[in-house]
């Protein structure tokens, strides 16, 4: 079973569009993310959730809209696509919101989002 | 502001070879620092972590890593290296304060691996 699942893994799509990723996770952990992976390999958070709830959100546009139905589900809701949204968009989580005291994030595989 | 740098983007090494790949962090605090590996397609994995204590640090696929807080550097090694260690290799800061914690990434090393 994969731990961290996301789907779909590659989305094409025209400007103007509106596109959702779907992330969930399998194990147990409290806490769920969204990077974005620019053209170059730069990794840059946008969300994080704990238990449901939106604990970090970065500068990122409002088009972007993470929901979180519970722990286990992330989902990333983007509107009105523009080029620059084109990367690859990953999702991970981590046992607590300490993410930092234990260290380890555990990533999906990505979400390649090409916008046209 | 806290920061990653990996002067680094691209790196060849022969199979065999030792390695080391380079990384200095800017933080304020004392610095949570890790080591993470991303093959092709694939989600980043965890490669080693340092928190405290002893400075050199062993993690998986025999790599570890050294900080100096002189240098404000935490390089990544690995005496001898295989074909499969050919990926991207991110070195990340833990920033922590209240509720908020988060990894900050580096750009990245991308290591190729040649016979």
């Known amino acids: 079973d994969t731990a961290v699942s996301q789907t779909p893994k590659y989305l094409v799509t025209q400007m103007g569009n509106d596109k959702s990723i779907k992330c969930e996770q399998n194990?147990?952990?409290?806490?769920m993310y969204w990077y974005k992976q620019d053209s170059k390999k730069f990794l840059k958070i946008m969300f994080s959730?704990?238990?449901?709830?939106?604990?970090i959100n970065e500068t990122v546009p409002n088009r972007f809209s993470p929901k979180s139905p519970d722990k286990a589900h992330l989902n990333l809701h983007i509107n009105s696509l523009e080029l620059g949204d084109s990367a690859v968009y990953f999702c991970?989580?981590?046992?607590?919101?300490?993410?930092?005291?234990?260290?380890?994030?555990?990533f999906g595989e990505g979400s390649r989002l090409t916008v046209l | 502001a806290q920061s990653v740098t990996q002067p680094d983007i691209h790196i060849t090494v022969s199979e065999g070879a030792s390695l080391e790949l380079r990384c200095n962090y800017s933080?304020?605090?004392?610095?949570?620092l890790f080591w993470y590996v991303q093959s092709p397609g694939q989600g980043l994995q965890l490669l080693l972590k340092?928190?405290?204590?002893?400075?050199l640090v062993q993690g998986i696929k025999g790599f570890e890593a050294e900080f100096k807080r002189s240098q404000s550097s935490f390089n990544l090694r690995k005496p001898s290296v295989h074909w499969s260690d050919a990926a991207e290799y991110f070195c990340?800061?833990?920033?922590?304060?209240?509720?908020?914690?988060?990894?900050?990434f580096g750009t990245g090393t991308l290591l190729a691996v040649q016979p």
């Open positions: 959730y704990n238990n449901k709830e939106l604990i």
């Open positions: 933080y304020g605090a004392t610095p949570y």
């Open positions: 991970a989580s981590s046992q607590t919101a300490g993410v930092v005291r234990t260290g380890e994030l555990f």
């Open positions: 194990l147990g952990h409290d806490t």
């Open positions: 340092y928190f405290s204590g002893d400075t």
């Open positions: 990340a800061v833990g920033t922590y304060g209240g509720a908020t914690n988060k990894l900050i």
